[in-house]
């Protein structure tokens, strides 16, 4: 079955105390759309300006994502610049150019329409709603969201979180959202706002999936080299949605989404290791199903005899 996904698209220069990189492939769509194409036919609805490199489309292409969804306008694409700590895990936005991205009004071409798995990776709750409202009843629908809309954008969100199956978001924002400092309370309160479950991404110390009276906490992968950490969130996302709509469960209920979720969080460990994208560019099926296996191995006891 098929993915779609909408998101951002940008050129991102990333700043680590080792490394910095300028104008590279980013945008949470790149990374989710990418993530799941593992997994699944993905279509990818975003927009780009005309300085947009033909080989980053080509990338996407290559990776049999549909483009029917992108819209290339006159106008620079969205530009995003961040700078990692030394722990690689606390990081500043340098600057923001929403350039073409100010006016981006996602449209579904028809055939997007009855898509069954919806990924609205991390944009304005205004948009994400916006494609919905264009949807034929989707099968399952996941968002993403960040700090920033729960912060300048807090009723357009809790109306979204009304409208679909599953949110991710980070433990920071997660307590933001529902001001709870207890990780269960603020899990059980998000779902009460409307997502039948819920995510909490944290960071290098994996994740956690809420379910009604159910729970799952999927460990990370214990990586040495983290290169660049950004999109990993998209990617789990990507990863996590692409895999589900393979399966394409009858009914979507907890037992699978933990299965989803560590292949989410296998793809995420993937695209750490590189900058941008490039680590998905050299991964194969087979570096997946062996770290999935590393990840059963790594969180497996035994019962006391
Ligand atoms: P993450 O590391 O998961 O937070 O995602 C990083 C990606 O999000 C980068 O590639 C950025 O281009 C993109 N990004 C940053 N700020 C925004 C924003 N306000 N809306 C949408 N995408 C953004």
Redesign the pocket.
Known sequence: MSVLVV??I?L?TVKTPIEEHADLL???A??AAVGASFFSPVQMVGVVGEDFPTAHVDYFKSRQIDLEGLQIVPGKT?R?S?EYMWDLNTRE?RS?DLNVFEHFEPKLPASYRTTPYVLLA???PNLQSHVLDQMDKAKFVIADT?D?WIKIANADLIALLKRVDMIILNDSEARQLTGETNLIKAGAAIRAMGPRFVAVKKGEHGCLLFGEHKFFSCPAYPLEDIHD??????TFAGGLTGWLAAQDPAEVHFEVLRKAVVHGSVLASFNVEKFSLERMRTLTQEDIAQRYEMFRIMSHFEAIE
């Open positions: 998101g951002s940008a991102d980013g945008g949470s790149s990374y969205f995003w961040g936005t923001v991390n944009i304005g960040m920033l950490p950004t999109g990993a969130g998209d």
